[in-house]
C-alpha cells in the first residue's frame, strides 16, 4: 500500500501464465491436485475493477481471476511479440503493414457465471478502458490503440495508429477482458460502486467467492465448464491492517505467503522451521528527487537549479551506507532510473563517488559557504530544505532521516516532511516540495522513462514532478523509443543514463529485491521480477505434506 | 469585608499534609529526580542525541560500558536521546497542560458565572469535545496541518483538553456561587471580573491544581502515542513516543532501544498520579474525594 | 421524566456541535478521498471535477453540509469511497467488534475494580490497601500503546499463547463447530482486553475505594452503626450501594476512550473496530465515514453518561438536582 503508484502501475506487469497450461502436466492421480495458500496482505484492495484499482492485492487479485489477451513472459521483454504467452487468446497473426494484429479467442473460455467469452466482451473492454468517464490510468497507455473490433465471436482485430516496438505489448497485456453482460448497464463515471468491484466474475483460473472487508478474500480453483483445473484448490489473502502483523502471522503459521519480509526480520525466517526465504530481483527503485523549480513553478530553484549543489549533495551522501543501514544485503545501490532487472539497465554505469571533500569543497565553490552555526548560506539565506516523505513508508522514513545527518555534515540543514499518504500525493502531483523521497516500480519496458524524465513529462499533469529538463536526454530517449533492436535501444538509453547521471537529476538510492517468506511445503515457481505472483495458479502443495487448512471441509471446493 | 473561607491560610497546612504523606513524598522526589536529569544529562553526554555514529557498523549496538542504552537504528547513542527526548516530552506534556488549565478555568469561571443560556451552550461545546475520543480529533487536526512544529503541537494538545477542566471549575463555580461570601462580595459590588478572580477562583484553585497534576499523566502519555505513530515531534528531535515508536519494529532483536524511554513514561505517569492523589487527600482530608 | 427529555435534548446538540465541526475539520486536510486510488498525473482537472460531483463533494463546504444534512434526515450517511459501500454498513461491520471487544473489557474491569476497591476500604490502611492501591497506580499509569505493545510481545510473540491480531482467524469459519469458533474468538480478544482491564481497572478501583470510605465516614452510616448494625451489615446495606453512584459515572465516563474505539489498542492488536475503521478513514481523507465514525463515537458517549446519570439518579436520589457528572477522561 506504500508503494508510489502514479506511473504506468503494473497493469502492466503481468501474470501468470495460464498459457502453460499448454505444456503442464495433464492433472494426473486424484490428489495431485488440492491444497490452500494462505497469503498475508498488508493492504485490502480498495476494489476490484480492474480499470481502476490500483493497489497491489487488488492487481493480485485481478492477476487470477481475470483474464488478458497474451501475457508477457518472463524474460519481460515488451519488443514486438516475442516471449509473449496466450492467455484469452490462442494465437494471433500480424497484418503486413505491421499497423495491425488478429486475434483468435480461446473457444473454450468462459465467465464463473457459466457464460461463453467472446469477442464483443473483449470491444467492450477496450472501450470501457478507453472511455473517458472511467478514468482508468491505462487509457493513455493504449493510447497508441486506434480500435478493437469484434469481426466475428471469436476473433478480434486490434489496429495501432503508428508502428511502435511496444505496440503488441500495449494492447495484449495492459487491458482485462471483463463481462459486457454484467457491466454494459453500469454507470461508467461510478464503476466503483459497481456490484462487480466487490465481487468480480471473470474468466481466469480462480473465482473470488468471499470478500470480508478487512478479513480476506477467498478465491476459488474454477472447474466449472470442464475448465482445467489449477493446482490448488484455494488462495486465501488475509487482510492484515499492516505489515508487522502480515509478517507476524507467516512466523506463527497463521499464514503461507509473506510478499515483503524486512531485512531486519531475514534471519527470524531462516530460523524458521517451517519457512523458507525466496530472495530475486525487484523492479522497484528509490531516490531523492531534487525539484529544479520553485514550489510556484515560476523561477528555478533557488538552491537546486545549480547542476554543482545536486552534484555536490549526491557526492555527499554515502549511499552504499544508506542501502547497507536500510537493507542490509536486501538491496543493491540504484544507479539510474532502472532496475537491474529490467531490459533497460545499463551495467557499466558508474554512480558519483561517495567523497565528502569534494562536496564541500563544490558547495564553496557555488557561493554557499559555512556561517558561525556551520549552516551554509549564500547572499544571507540558509542551505535549509525540506525532504518530503510519506509516513507510511518505513524504508523511506529512515533514508530520511539517514540524509538529514550526512546533509548536516556539509553544512546543510534538511528536515524531514514526513505526511500521510493522501498530502504526500498531493504534495508531489502539485510539485510543492524541495526534494522528494519517491520509490517507483516502472514498466519492465523503456516506455516508462519517456514518461518520468523527459521534458514533456515535465510539462503540467505529466509525471516528471521534479522538473528536470534536458533536451540532450530527451533526444537520446527519443531514439531509444523510436528503436525496433534492442540492442540499439539499450545503446541510446545507456547515454541517456549518463547524461541524468551527470546531472544529477536525483540522489539514486536502492534497488530493493524481492524477499519473500513462503511457507515450506509450497513448491513455488519462478519468481518473476516485480511480480511474485506470477506464476501463483501453478504453486503446488504436494499430497503427503498437507496440513489441516489444505483440506477444506465440503463445500469450499465446488 | 469578606474574605472567602479560603485558601491562604489553608496552604500551609496542605503543604504540612503532603509533607507528612510518603507517597507523595516519594512522586515529587521521582518528578524532580527526572526533571533534573533531562536538564543537566544532555550536556554530560558525549555524543548528540542526532548524531549516527557509523550507519553501517554501530546500528543496534548492544548496551554496553560505551553506550550504556545501546544504539538505536540509525547507530545513535539511545541514552543521550533518551535524556534529550524527556526534555521535550516532559516539556511539551507541561506546557501543553497549562494552556488546557488556563482555557478550562477560564471557560468554566465564565459559563458558571454568566449562567442561563450562554452557561448551556458553553457546556454543550464542552461536552462536544469531551465525547469525541482526543486521540481521533488530534489525528484530524494532524491530517489538516501535517508535520506541526513542536509549539504548535502544544497548542493543539492544549486546545484539544480543556473541556474536562472547564466542567469541573464550571460545576465548582455554580456550589459556590450561592456561597455566603460571595453573595455578600457580590452586594458589596464587586464586578464580575473581580468575583471570578478574587473570590471563586481561589477556591476552585485545589480541584484544578489536581486534575492539571493528572492531566500531566494524560497529555504525555498521548503525546507519546502520536509520535510513536510518527505524526507528533517530528525527527531529528527525540521525544519518548518517538523513541519508542523507532525501536518497535525492531523489538524483538534490538528490546533496548523501546524500553528505557518506556519506562521513563511509566515512572513520570506514576509519580504524577500519586502527586494527584496526595495532593487530592491534602485538600479534603476528611471526606474524600469523588472523583 | 422532564430530566430525562432534557438529556436527550442536551445529547442532541452535543453531537450536532460534533458532527458539524468534523464535517469541517475533514474538509481542511490536503488530498480528497480519491487522493490514494484515484489521483493520477493523468487524471484531468474536469475528470476530477467529475469524480467529485458524482460523489455529492463539490460545491462549497456549505452547499455540501446543506445536502449532507438533508440526506442524514432520511438516515444516510453517504457513500464511503474508501469502503465502496454505505458508510451505514461500514459502521455497521465494525461497530460490533469495539462494542464486544468494550463490553467485555468494561464488565470485567468494573467487576474486578470493585471488588477491588471495597477489599481496600474494608482494609483501610492496611497492607492489603497499600499493596493494591501500589499495583493500581502502577497499572493505570501504563501508557496504552506500550501496554499493549509489552503484552503482545510477550503473549503472541515468545509464548505463542495467543494470536499475533485480528479479531478471528479467516481460516475457521468453513469447518468449525460452535465451541471451536468460541474458544477462538476468545483467543483473540483475551489480549487486547487484557490490556483494556489493565489499564481501567485502576481509576475504577480508586474511585470504589474513595467513595466507599467517603460513606463510611458519612454521618448516617455512623448512626445506623450505633444503632447496633454490625460492621458487615452496614457496609452491605448502606455503603456499598450508595458509593456505586460514583462508580457508575465513572462508567459512563470512561466511554470516550473507548467509543471511538481504544485507538492504539485496536492498531497494535488489529482488532477490526471502529478505531481502525477511523483511523483508516482519516488516511485515506474518507470524509463521510470520518464523519459517521465521529458521530457514532459521539452518540456513544452521549447515550453513556445520560444512563450513568440517570441510573446515579436511581441510587442516590438526594443528588438528582445536582450536576453529578464531574467529568474527567478516563
Same mark, same amino acid.
Request: contains cysteine.
Given at each position: 500500500?506504500?508503494?508510489?503508484?502514479?506511473?504506468?502501475?503494473?497493469?502492466?506487469?503481468?501474470?501468470?501464465?495460464?498459457?502453460?497450461?499448454?505444456?503442464?502436466?495433464?492433472?494426473?492421480?486424484?490428489?495431485?491436485?488440492?491444497?490452500? +495458500?494462505?497469503?498475508?496482505?498488508?493492504?485490502?484492495?480498495?476494489?476490484?475493477?480492474?480499470?481502476?484499482?490500483?493497489?497491489?492485492? &487488488?492487481?493480485?487479485?485481478?492477476?487470477?481471476?481475470?483474464?488478458?489477451?497474451?501475457?508477457?513472459?518472463?524474460?519481460?521483454?515488451?519488443?514486438?511479440?516475442?516471449?509473449?504467452?496466450?492467455?484469452? &487468446?490462442?494465437? #494471433?497473426?500480424?497484418?503486413?503493414?505491421?499497423?495491425?494484429?488478429?486475434?483468435?479467442?480461446?473457444?473454450?473460455?468462459?465467465?464463473?457465471?457459466?457464460?461463453?467469452?467472446?469477442?464483443?466482451?473483449?470491444?467492450?473492454?477496450?472501450?470501457?478502458?478507453?472511455?473517458?468517464?472511467? &478514468?482508468?490510468?491505462?487509457?493513455?497507455?493504449?493510447?497508441?490503440?486506434?480500435?478493437?473490433?469484434?469481426?466475428?465471436?471469436?476473433?478480434?482485430? &486490434?489496429?495501432?495508429?503508428?508502428?511502435?516496438?511496444?505496440?503488441?505489448?500495449?494492447?495484449?497485456?495492459?487491458?482485462? +477482458?471483463?463481462?459486457?453482460?454484467?457491466?454494459?448497464?453500469?454507470?461508467?463515471?461510478?464503476?466503483?460502486?459497481?456490484?462487480?468491484?466487490?465481487?468480480?466474475?471473470?474468466?481466469?483460473?480462480?473465482?473470488?467467492?468471499?470478500?470480508?472487508?478487512?478479513?480476506?478474500?477467498?478465491?476459488?480453483?474454477?472447474?466449472?465448464?470442464?475448465?482445467?483445473?489449477?493446482?490448488?484448490?484455494?488462495?486465501?489473502?488475509?487482510?492484515?491492517?499492516?505489515?508487522?502483523?502480515?509478517?507476524?502471522?507467516?512466523?506463527?503459521?497463521?499464514?503461507?505467503?509473506?510478499?515483503?519480509?524486512?531485512?531486519?526480520?531475514?534471519?527470524?525466517?531462516?530460523?524458521?522451521?517451517?519457512?523458507?526465504?525466496?530472495?530475486?530481483?525487484?523492479?522497484?527503485?528509490?531516490?531523492?528527487?531534487?525539484?529544479?523549480?520553485?514550489?510556484?513553478?515560476?523561477?528555478?530553484?533557488?538552491?537546486?537549479?545549480?547542476?554543482?549543489?545536486?552534484?555536490?549533495?549526491?557526492?555527499?551522501?554515502?549511499?552504499?551506507?544508506?542501502?547497507?543501514?536500510?537493507?542490509?544485503?536486501?538491496?543493491?545501490?540504484?544507479?539510474?532510473?532502472?532496475?537491474?532487472?529490467?531490459?533497460?539497465?545499463?551495467?557499466?554505469?558508474?554512480?558519483?563517488?561517495?567523497?565528502?571533500?569534494?562536496?564541500?569543497?563544490?558547495?564553496?565553490?557555488?557561493?554557499?559557504?559555512?556561517?558561525?552555526?556551520?549552516?551554509?548560506?549564500?547572499?544571507?539565506?540558509?542551505?535549509?530544505?525540506?525532504?518530503?516523505?510519506?509516513?507510511?513508508?518505513?524504508?523511506?522514513?529512515?533514508?530520511?532521516?539517514?540524509?538529514?545527518?550526512?546533509?548536516?555534515?556539509?553544512?546543510?540543514?534538511?528536515?524531514?516532511?514526513?505526511?500521510?499518504?493522501?498530502?504526500?500525493?498531493?504534495?508531489?502531483?502539485?510539485?510543492?516540495?524541495?526534494?522528494?523521497?519517491?520509490?517507483?516500480?516502472?514498466?519492465?519496458?523503456?516506455?516508462?522513462?519517456?514518461?518520468?524524465?523527459?521534458?514533456?513529462?515535465?510539462?503540467?499533469?505529466?509525471?516528471?514532478?521534479?522538473?528536470?529538463?534536458?533536451?540532450?536526454?530527451?533526444?537520446?530517449?527519443?531514439?531509444?523509443?523510436?528503436?525496433?533492436?534492442?540492442?540499439?535501444?539499450?545503446?541510446?538509453?545507456?547515454?541517456?543514463?549518463?547524461?541524468?547521471?551527470?546531472?544529477?537529476?536525483?540522489?539514486?538510492?536502492?534497488?530493493?529485491?524481492?524477499?519473500?517468506?513462503?511457507?515450506?511445503?509450497?513448491?513455488?515457481?519462478?519468481?518473476?521480477?516485480?511480480?511474485?505472483?506470477?506464476?501463483?495458479?501453478? #504453486?503446488? +502443495?504436494?499430497?503427503?505434506?498437507?496440513?489441516?487448512?489444505?483440506?477444506?471441509?465440503?463445500?469450499?471446493?465446488? | 469585608? %469578606?474574605?472567602?473561607?479560603?485558601?491562604?491560610?489553608?496552604?500551609?497546612?496542605?503543604?504540612?499534609?503532603?509533607?507528612?504523606?510518603?507517597?507523595?513524598? /516519594?512522586?515529587?522526589?521521582?518528578?524532580?529526580?527526572?526533571?533534573?536529569?533531562?536538564?543537566?544529562?544532555?550536556? /554530560?553526554?558525549?555524543?548528540?542525541?542526532?548524531?549516527?555514529?557509523?550507519?553501517?557498523?554501530?546500528?543496534?549496538?548492544?548496551? *554496553?560500558?560505551?553506550?550504556?542504552?545501546?544504539?538505536?537504528?540509525?547507530?545513535?547513542?539511545?541514552? *543521550?536521546?533518551?535524556?534529550?527526548?524527556?526534555?521535550?516530552?516532559?516539556?511539551?506534556?507541561?506546557?501543553?497542560?497549562? %494552556?488546557?488549565?488556563?482555557?478550562?478555568?477560564?471557560?468554566?469561571?465564565?459559563?458558571?458565572?454568566?449562567?442561563?443560556?450562554?452557561?448551556?451552550?458553553?457546556?454543550?461545546?464542552?461536552?462536544?469535545?469531551?465525547?469525541?475520543?482526543?486521540?481521533?480529533?488530534?489525528?484530524?487536526?494532524?491530517?489538516?496541518?501535517?508535520?506541526?512544529?513542536?509549539?504548535?503541537?502544544?497548542?493543539?494538545?492544549?486546545?484539544?483538553?480543556?473541556?474536562?477542566?472547564?466542567?469541573?471549575?464550571?460545576?465548582?463555580?455554580?456550589?459556590?456561587?450561592?456561597?455566603?461570601?460571595?453573595?455578600?462580595?457580590?452586594?458589596?459590588?464587586?464586578?464580575?471580573?473581580?468575583?471570578?478572580?478574587?473570590?471563586?477562583?481561589?477556591?476552585?484553585?485545589?480541584?484544578?491544581?489536581?486534575?492539571?497534576?493528572?492531566?500531566?499523566?494524560?497529555?504525555?502519555?498521548?503525546?507519546?502515542?502520536? *509520535?510513536?505513530?510518527?505524526?507528533?515531534?517530528?525527527?531529528?528531535?527525540?521525544?519518548?513516543?518517538? %523513541?519508542?515508536?523507532?525501536?518497535?519494529?525492531?523489538?524483538?532483536?534490538?528490546?533496548?532501544?523501546? %524500553?528505557?524511554?518506556?519506562?521513563?513514561?511509566?515512572?513520570?505517569?506514576?509519580?504524577?498520579?500519586?502527586?494527584?492523589?496526595?495532593?487530592?487527600?491534602?485538600?479534603?482530608?476528611?471526606?474524600?474525594?469523588?472523583? | 421524566?422532564?430530566?430525562?427529555?432534557?438529556?436527550?435534548?442536551?445529547?442532541?446538540?452535543?453531537?450536532?456541535?460534533?458532527?458539524?465541526?468534523?464535517?469541517?475539520?475533514?474538509?481542511?486536510?490536503?488530498?480528497?478521498?480519491?487522493?490514494?486510488?484515484?489521483?493520477?498525473?493523468?487524471?484531468?482537472?474536469?475528470?476530477?471535477?467529475?469524480?467529485?460531483?458524482?460523489?455529492?463533494?463539490?460545491?462549497?463546504?456549505? =452547499?455540501?453540509?446543506?445536502?449532507?444534512?438533508?440526506?442524514?434526515?432520511?438516515?444516510?450517511?453517504?457513500?464511503?469511497?474508501?469502503? =465502496?459501500?454505505?458508510?451505514?454498513?461500514?459502521?455497521?461491520?465494525?461497530?460490533?467488534?469495539?462494542?464486544?471487544?468494550?463490553?467485555?473489557?468494561?464488565?470485567?474491569?468494573?467487576?474486578?475494580?470493585?471488588?477491588?476497591?471495597?477489599?481496600?476500604?474494608?482494609?483501610?490502611?492496611?497492607?492489603?490497601?497499600?499493596?493494591?492501591?501500589?499495583?493500581?497506580?502502577?497499572?493505570?499509569?501504563?501508557?496504552?500503546?506500550?501496554?499493549?505493545?509489552?503484552?503482545?510481545?510477550?503473549?503472541?510473540?515468545?509464548?505463542?499463547?495467543?494470536?499475533?491480531?485480528?479479531?478471528?482467524?479467516?481460516?475457521?469459519?468453513?469447518?468449525?463447530?460452535?465451541?471451536?469458533?468460541?474458544?477462538?474468538?476468545?483467543?483473540?480478544?483475551?489480549?487486547?482486553?487484557?490490556?483494556?482491564?489493565?489499564?481501567?481497572?485502576?481509576?475504577?478501583?480508586?474511585?470504589?475505594?474513595?467513595?466507599?470510605?467517603?460513606?463510611?465516614?458519612?454521618?448516617?452510616?455512623?448512626?445506623?452503626?450505633?444503632?447496633?448494625?454490625?460492621?458487615?451489615?452496614?457496609?452491605?446495606?448502606?455503603?456499598?450501594?450508595?458509593?456505586?453512584?460514583?462508580?457508575?459515572?465513572?462508567?459512563?465516563?470512561?466511554?470516550?476512550?473507548?467509543?471511538?474505539?481504544?485507538?492504539?489498542?485496536?492498531?497494535?492488536?488489529?482488532?477490526?473496530?471502529?478505531?481502525?475503521?477511523?483511523?483508516?478513514?482519516?488516511?485515506?481523507?474518507?470524509?463521510?465515514?470520518?464523519?459517521?465514525?465521529?458521530?457514532?463515537?459521539?452518540?456513544?458517549?452521549?447515550?453513556?453518561?445520560?444512563?450513568?446519570?440517570?441510573?446515579?439518579?436511581?441510587?442516590?436520589?438526594?443528588?438528582?438536582?445536582?450536576?453529578?457528572?464531574?467529568?474527567?477522561?478516563?
Amino acid at each position: 500500500m506504500t508503494g508510489f503508484r502514479l506511473l504506468r502501475l503494473l497493469p502492466l506487469v503481468v501474470a501468470a501464465s495460464c498459457a502453460s497450461g499448454d505444456d503442464a502436466p495433464p492433472s494426473a492421480a486424484a490428489g495431485s491436485t488440492g491444497g490452500t +495458500i494462505v497469503i498475508a496482505t498488508p493492504g485490502e484492495p480498495e476494489y476490484l475493477m480492474p480499470p481502476i484499482a490500483l493497489s497491489t492485492t &487488488a492487481r493480485q487479485v485481478h492477476d487470477l481471476v481475470y483474464q488478458r489477451l497474451a501475457r508477457i513472459g518472463d524474460s519481460l521483454n515488451t519488443l514486438g511479440d516475442g516471449g509473449f504467452t496466450p492467455d484469452l &487468446a490462442r494465437r #494471433w497473426t500480424w497484418a503486413d503493414d505491421s499497423l495491425s494484429v488478429t486475434f483468435t479467442l480461446d473457444s473454450a473460455a468462459h465467465w464463473h457465471d457459466g457464460l461463453p467469452v467472446r469477442a464483443a466482451d473483449v470491444a467492450f473492454s477496450f472501450a470501457l478502458y478507453t472511455d473517458p468517464r472511467t &478514468a482508468s490510468n491505462a487509457a493513455t497507455i493504449l493510447a497508441n490503440v486506434a480500435s478493437v473490433t469484434a469481426t466475428d465471436s471469436l476473433t478480434v482485430v &486490434a489496429r495501432f495508429r503508428t508502428r511502435r516496438p511496444e505496440a503488441f505489448y500495449e494492447v495484449a497485456n495492459q487491458f482485462f +477482458i471483463l463481462p459486457e453482460h454484467l457491466l454494459k448497464e453500469a454507470d461508467r463515471s461510478r464503476l466503483a460502486a459497481s456490484p462487480l468491484a466487490t465481487m468480480p466474475v471473470g474468466s481466469g483460473p480462480f473465482r473470488v467467492t468471499r470478500w470480508v472487508p478487512t478479513q480476506l478474500i477467498e478465491l476459488i480453483a474454477d472447474t466449472t465448464a470442464g475448465r482445467r483445473r489449477t493446482p490448488l484448490d484455494r488462495i486465501l489473502f488475509t487482510i492484515a491492517p499492516d505489515p508487522v502483523t502480515a509478517f507476524t502471522r507467516v512466523v506463527t503459521g497463521e499464514a503461507d505467503v509473506f510478499e515483503a519480509v524486512r531485512p531486519d526480520r531475514v534471519a527470524e525466517v531462516r530460523a524458521n522451521p517451517n519457512l523458507r526465504l525466496v530472495v530475486g530481483p525487484s523492479l522497484d527503485y528509490n531516490f531523492l528527487g531534487f525539484n529544479l523549480r520553485e514550489a510556484s513553478g515560476r523561477a528555478p530553484h533557488p538552491i537546486f537549479a545549480d547542476r554543482t549543489v545536486r552534484r555536490a549533495l549526491t557526492m555527499a551522501t554515502d549511499r552504499r551506507g544508506i542501502v547497507a543501514n536500510i537493507y542490509d544485503s536486501l538491496a543493491v545501490q540504484a544507479r539510474g532510473p532502472f532496475t537491474t532487472a529490467s531490459s533497460t539497465s545499463d551495467p557499466t554505469l558508474t554512480p558519483l563517488p561517495y567523497a565528502v571533500d569534494s562536496a564541500n569543497t563544490l558547495l564553496d565553490a557555488a557561493g554557499w559557504l559555512r556561517g558561525a552555526d556551520s549552516i551554509r548560506r549564500k547572499n544571507g539565506q540558509p542551505l535549509t530544505f525540506g525532504i518530503l516523505t510519506p509516513s507510511s513508508s518505513n524504508a523511506r522514513m529512515r533514508a530520511a532521516v539517514l540524509l538529514q545527518e550526512q546533509f548536516r555534515r556539509v553544512g546543510v540543514d534538511a528536515r524531514v516532511e514526513s505526511v500521510d499518504f493522501p498530502s504526500f500525493v498531493k504534495r508531489s502531483s502539485n510539485r510543492r516540495f524541495d526534494t522528494i523521497l519517491s520509490q517507483w516500480t516502472p514498466d519492465p519496458g523503456p516506455g516508462g522513462v519517456n514518461e518520468q524524465w523527459t521534458s514533456a513529462a515535465a510539462a503540467p499533469g505529466g509525471n516528471n514532478f521534479g522538473n528536470y529538463r534536458n533536451p540532450s536526454f530527451d533526444a537520446q530517449v527519443d531514439s531509444a523509443l523510436a528503436s525496433f533492436q534492442p540492442d540499439t535501444l539499450r545503446a541510446h538509453l545507456a547515454r541517456a543514463w549518463r547524461i541524468l547521471t551527470d546531472d544529477a537529476a536525483a540522489i539514486w538510492l536502492a534497488e530493493p529485491k524481492s524477499v519473500m517468506a513462503v511457507h515450506k511445503r509450497i513448491q513455488t515457481t519462478g519468481i518473476r521480477p516485480g511480480a511474485w505472483w506470477a506464476g501463483l495458479a501453478q #504453486w503446488r +502443495i504436494p499430497a503427503d505434506q498437507r496440513i489441516a487448512r489444505d483440506r477444506p471441509a465440503a463445500g469450499a471446493a465446488r | 469585608m %469578606i474574605a472567602p473561607p479560603s485558601n491562604a491560610s489553608n496552604w500551609g497546612a496542605i503543604v504540612q499534609r503532603l509533607r507528612a504523606d510518603r507517597r507523595s513524598l /516519594l512522586a515529587i522526589g521521582a518528578l524532580c529526580g527526572m526533571i533534573v536529569l533531562v536538564i543537566v544529562g544532555p550536556l /554530560l553526554m558525549a555524543y548528540a542525541p542526532y548524531e549516527q555514529l557509523d550507519i553501517t557498523r554501530l546500528a543496534h549496538a548492544r548496551p *554496553s560500558a560505551e553506550h550504556l542504552l545501546g544504539t538505536d537504528v540509525y547507530s545513535r547513542d539511545v541514552l *543521550s536521546r533518551v535524556l534529550s527526548g524527556g526534555r521535550v516530552s516532559l516539556a511539551v506534556a507541561m506546557s501543553a497542560v497549562c %494552556i488546557e488549565t488556563v482555557i478550562g478555568v477560564a471557560w468554566g469561571l465564565a459559563a458558571g458565572l454568566a449562567g442561563g443560556w450562554i452557561d448551556t451552550l458553553m457546556m454543550r461545546c464542552a461536552d462536544a469535545g469531551l465525547s469525541v475520543p482526543r486521540v481521533l480529533l488530534l489525528l484530524a487536526i494532524l491530517a489538516a496541518v501535517p508535520m506541526v512544529p513542536i509549539w504548535m503541537l502544544v497548542v493543539l494538545l492544549g486546545l484539544t483538553g480543556w473541556f474536562g477542566i472547564a466542567r469541573l471549575v464550571r460545576s465548582e463555580v455554580r456550589s459556590v456561587r450561592s456561597a455566603d461570601f460571595v453573595l455578600a462580595a457580590r452586594s458589596l459590588g464587586a464586578s464580575p471580573l473581580r468575583l471570578a478572580l478574587w473570590h471563586v477562583l481561589p477556591h476552585v484553585s485545589g480541584p484544578v491544581l489536581v486534575a492539571a497534576t493528572l492531566a500531566v499523566g494524560h497529555v504525555i502519555v498521548l503525546e507519546a502515542g502520536l *509520535s510513536f505513530i510518527g505524526i507528533g515531534v517530528q525527527p531529528p528531535q527525540a521525544s519518548w513516543g518517538n %523513541i519508542i515508536g523507532d525501536g518497535t519494529e525492531f523489538i524483538a532483536s534490538a528490546p533496548w532501544v523501546s %524500553i528505557a524511554p518506556g519506562c521513563c513514561l511509566v515512572v513520570v505517569v506514576l509519580a504524577v498520579s500519586a502527586l494527584g492523589d496526595g495532593l487530592r487527600d491534602a485538600l479534603a482530608p476528611r471526606q474524600l474525594p469523588r472523583t | 421524566m422532564r430530566a430525562l427529555i432534557q438529556r436527550i435534548w442536551q445529547g442532541f446538540v452535543v453531537v450536532a456541535i460534533v458532527a458539524t465541526v468534523t464535517f469541517v475539520l475533514v474538509r481542511l486536510a490536503p488530498g480528497d478521498p480519491f487522493s490514494v486510488a484515484f489521483e493520477n498525473a493523468r487524471l484531468t482537472p474536469a475528470l476530477r471535477a467529475q469524480w467529485r460531483s458524482a460523489y455529492g463533494l463539490d460545491g462549497s463546504i456549505a =452547499s455540501q453540509y446543506g445536502h449532507w444534512i438533508i440526506a442524514l434526515l432520511r438516515g444516510d450517511l453517504g457513500w464511503s469511497v474508501s469502503m =465502496s459501500q454505505p458508510v451505514s454498513r461500514a459502521i455497521a461491520q465494525a461497530l460490533p467488534y469495539t462494542l464486544l471487544l468494550m463490553g467485555i473489557a468494561l464488565l470485567l474491569s468494573f467487576t474486578i475494580g470493585m471488588l477491588l476497591g471495597a477489599l481496600q476500604a474494608a482494609r483501610h490502611d492496611r497492607a492489603t490497601d497499600r499493596g493494591i492501591g501500589v499495583l493500581t497506580l502502577i497499572g493505570g499509569s501504563m501508557p496504552d500503546f506500550w501496554l499493549a505493545l509489552v503484552l503482545l510481545l510477550t503473549g503472541a510473540y515468545w509464548l505463542r499463547l495467543f494470536p499475533v491480531g485480528g479479531a478471528s482467524d479467516p481460516l475457521l469459519p468453513l469447518a468449525a463447530s460452535g465451541t471451536t469458533v468460541l474458544i477462538d474468538r476468545l483467543r483473540h480478544l483475551a489480549l487486547p482486553v487484557l490490556t483494556l482491564v489493565i489499564l481501567i481497572t485502576a481509576p475504577v478501583a480508586r474511585q470504589q475505594r474513595a467513595a466507599l470510605l467517603d460513606r463510611l465516614h458519612a454521618e448516617w452510616v455512623r448512626t445506623a452503626a450505633a444503632k447496633g448494625l454490625s460492621s458487615g451489615a452496614v457496609f452491605r446495606r448502606h455503603a456499598w450501594r450508595t458509593a456505586l453512584g460514583p462508580v457508575v459515572t465513572l462508567g459512563g465516563l470512561a466511554l470516550p476512550a473507548l467509543a471511538g474505539g481504544a485507538v492504539f489498542v485496536e492498531r497494535v492488536f488489529a482488532w477490526p473496530g471502529m478505531g481502525r475503521l477511523a483511523v483508516g478513514a482519516i488516511g485515506a481523507r474518507d470524509y463521510h465515514l470520518v464523519v459517521g465514525c465521529v458521530i457514532t463515537a459521539s452518540v456513544l458517549v452521549v447515550i453513556g453518561s445520560t444512563l450513568a446519570d440517570l441510573l446515579v439518579m436511581r441510587l442516590e436520589p438526594r443528588t438528582a438536582d445536582q450536576d453529578t457528572s464531574q467529568r474527567q477522561r478516563a
